[in-house]
């Protein structure tokens, strides 16, 4: 249930009263399976999956936290994680992973369940390794999707959390080229403020984000024992810029922020 949002964000029009959590997500699940499935989006094949792959190498038991259509945990479970399981609101995001293994019998397993991130259906300390990739951006209630991810994490587990970049991609930041002056830069937009914007990420693709400074993400989880130790800010790669006016300009502002968090015993 994750997605990228686009490089100037901008209020468009209210979401569609959903019916459940993840009604919004069902009638998204085409576009994102031709948007984001089978390496049809660069920056999560080239970028994202790779540095995920990376943080949670050696993990055996992963929870993939907001999976949407399985791409994450896919990788992870081909990569050599023996005991993998995404959750995500949304029943056509699931039957879409469901579909996609299916057609791939030479992948290793997925476990996919309905569930939401503020109550998890597992016990304590049921995973080695968690990751959140561009979802939590989804949630209304953070704290308690925090306080879940906290709750199933073992002892010297590593919880990989991904955002859109909150001080370069929040609400009101953007490129800015300006004629009058001759000038081309990053407006950086109200950091502290915590708001929710639907923004039109793709063609008629309307979506809410939830944007939050990075305390409500470190401070929650410093609260149960996990703790930062590991701030990723990765700059753009040249194929995320062939369209762009200011490459150079954009090459130094990030995009993704990844925070990776271990509980440690001896805190607790």
């Known amino acids: 249930m994750s997605a990228k949002k686009p490089k100037a964000a901008r209020p468009k029009k209210a979401s569609p009263r959903a019916t459940h959590p993840g009604a919004a997500w069902d009638a ?12 049809a989006d660069v920056e999560y094949e080239l970028q994202i999956l790779p540095l995920i792959s990376s943080e949670l190498k050696g993990a055996r038991r992963v ?28 029943t056509a995001q699931l039957q879409n ?13 997925v476990a996919y369940a309905r569930a939401m991130g503020e109550s998890l259906p597992f016990s ?28 199933v994490l073992a002892d010297d587990g590593c919880f990989l959390l991904l955002v859109n970049h909150p001080m370069y991609q929040g609400e009101g930041s953007g490129f800015v080229d300006d004629e009058i002056l001759g000038e081309q830069y990053w407006r950086v ?3 502290l403020d915590e708001v929710v914007s639907v923004e039109e990420v793709d ?8 944007h939050r ?22 700059a753009p790669l040249a194929e995320f810029l062939v369209t762009s006016i200011a490459p150079d300009l954009e090459a130094a502002i990030p995009r993704l922020l990844v925070m990776r968090f271990e509980r440690r015993r001896k805190h607790r």
């Open 28 to 39: 998204l699940a085409p576009w994102w399976k031709a948007t984001f499935t089978d390496g």
């Open 63 to 90: 929870l993939d936290l907001g999976c949407g259509e399985g791409h994450v945990a896919r990788t992870l479970s081909n990569k050599g994680a023996t005991n993998v399981v995404g959750i995500d609101p949304s």
């Open 97 to 109: 992973a469901l579909a996609l293994e299916r057609s791939r019998p030479g992948d290793r397993s």
């Open 124 to 151: 304590q300390e049921s995973f080695d390794a968690i990751v959140c990739c561009l979802a939590i951006e989804h949630a209304t209630n953070v704290d308690a999707v925090l306080g879940e991810a906290a709750r």
């Open 189 to 191: 937009g109200p950091y």
């Open 203 to 210: 063609r008629d693709v309307f979506i809410p984000f939830s």
């Open 213 to 234: 400074p990075l305390s409500r993400y470190i401070n929650p989880l410093a609260e149960r024992d996990c703790l930062l130790t590991k701030l990723l800010e990765p």
